[in-house]
Structure formats: C-alpha cells, structure tokens
C-alpha cells in the first residue's frame, strides 16, 4: 500500500500536477490573497467547502490548519472561520509569497519590503566593504557586469543580475541573518526589481547606482557604501511608487527561471 502511494505521488510530481491538498491549499491562499474571500469574512462550513472543491474532510482540515498556521484565519467553534487582516498574514510562507506576487494590487506588500530593504541593504553594504573576501567581490562584479550586458531595464536578464548584485552583496556582508532574509524573499525581491525597472526613466542612471555601490565596496569605504546603497533603494522607492500609479505593478510576474 505504502508502495502504491509513492508511485502515485510521484507520477502526480513527474505529471506537473500537485497532490490534491496542496492544490487545495494554493486554492484557498490564492482566493484569500486575490480578496476573493475577503478579509472579516466567513468561510463556508467544513461540508460546503468539501462539496465545492471536491476533496475529503482530512484533506480541507490540512489545508486550514495551515492557513491558521499563517495568520489567514481563526476558526472558533460556532463562530466559523473567518479571513483575518493581512496584517497578520505570514507573507514568508512561499504559498502565501507566491499568491501575494500574482496579486500585486496590495501595494502594502512591497512598500513594506522597501522599508525592510532600506534597514538591511545599506548595512550589508557597509559590512561588504569591510570584510568582503576576493572571491565575494568577484561575484558582486560579476552581477554588475551581467546588468550592462541586459542593455536594458526591460528584459528578465537585467531583473535577474539586479537579484544577483543584491544578494552578492548580503552574502558578501558575513551576517547569517542577512543571507537568511535574501533566501526567504528571494522571489519577492525579483518581482519588486521586475516591478520597478519597468518604471525606472534611465538605464544609465540605474547602472551609475550600481555602480556607486560595486566602486565603495571594491575601495573598502564602508561609510560610502552605505551611502551609495541608501541612494539605490531611496530611487528603488519612488520608481515602485510611479509603477503602482501608473498601474504597471498588474503585469503579470514570472517566476524565476522562467
């Protein structure tokens, strides 16, 4: 029988197709980040939701233990389930990461990354410069290089050697916690550069931003490498600002790698 369940799910992961409660949970994450099921409201009951999406009472009580586990809803008993604020909502979890990055109207989502952004990355900067080794700033130069080879802020190259100059420079910095914010909102920091790029007015002003922060580092000026990646971010700021005025934020977002 054990056998019998491993061939299954590994025809379900060789076929693209996810097992049935984690296609059920990316349903309801999906729904509830998209406002589909909006916050405050009621889920249906435990029979309704089984009836809708087909699935059995283990299988709806897994994938709702998970969205408690988020902070996407509270079930109490007469009460029901209810959808909690976004506030609340673990955006970390890669379910919940995923379906926050094809729904970016919540602007909250990457403003608040660009808060955290200005708290870390100047840092990491500074500590770039102070202790990175000859191999960590070959990598950082490797990323700027990659960027003027994209030649353009428009292509899916430049969004992924602008993530790769970033997390060189995290990585280079020392800090464990750092490098642990970079793995987690790895995907979410691709999606704000794919976001922002589209909005920005001049490649050669982005490349000068980079290339002010690669010059700090390279001539082990901590204080201007702050400088320099503080700049960078403030204009990463205002590009995502005019990007969701203008609406450019809705374009749909690949993921990595495509």
């Known amino acids: 029988m054990q056998d019998q369940k491993r061939t299954t799910h590994q ?21 509830i980040v998209s406002g589909d099921m909006a916050e405050g409201s ?24 998970h969205l408690v586990a988020q902070g996407m809803v509270r079930s109490r008993t007469r009460a029901g389930t209810v959808v909690l604020p976004r506030q609340q909502w673990n955006y970390l979890d890669p379910i919940v990461l995923d379906a926050a990055m094809r729904h970016p109207k919540d602007e ?13 990355e100047p840092a990491a ?26 030649h353009s802020l428009y292509t899916d190259a ?14 280079a910095s020392g800090n464990w916690v750092f490098r642990q914010f970079a793995v987690a909102i790895g995907a979410a920091l ?18 000068d931003r980079h290339n002010a922060v690669l010059e700090a580092i390279r001539m082990r000026k901590p204080e201007a490498a702050r400088d320099a990646m503080n700049v960078l971010v403030e204009g990463a700021r205002f590009e995502l600002q005019e990007a969701l005025r203008l609406g450019k934020g809705s374009v749909p977002i690949m993921p990595i790698g495509s």
């Open 125 to 150: 900067a500074a500590a770039a410069a102070e202790q990175a080794t000859t191999a960590q700033m070959m990598v950082i130069a490797n990323a700027f290089d990659a960027m003027v080879a994209a």
């Open 42 to 65: 009621i889920l249906p009951n435990e029979a309704e939701l089984q009836e809708q999406f087909g699935v059995s009472r283990t299988t709806l009580r897994e994938s709702m233990q």
């Open 158 to 171: 430049w969004s992924e050697a602008d993530l790769d100059f970033h997390t060189a420079i995290i990585n």
């Open 190 to 207: 691709l999606a704000s550069f794919r976001i922002t790029n589209r909005a920005s007015q001049s490649h050669e002003r982005a490349l």
């Open 11 to 31: 025809k379900d992961t060789r076929s693209g197709r996810r097992p049935v409660k984690d296609g059920l949970l990316h349903n309801l994450v999906d729904r």
């Open 108 to 120: 909250q989502f990457y403003t608040s990354l660009i808060d955290a952004r200005m708290v870390l």
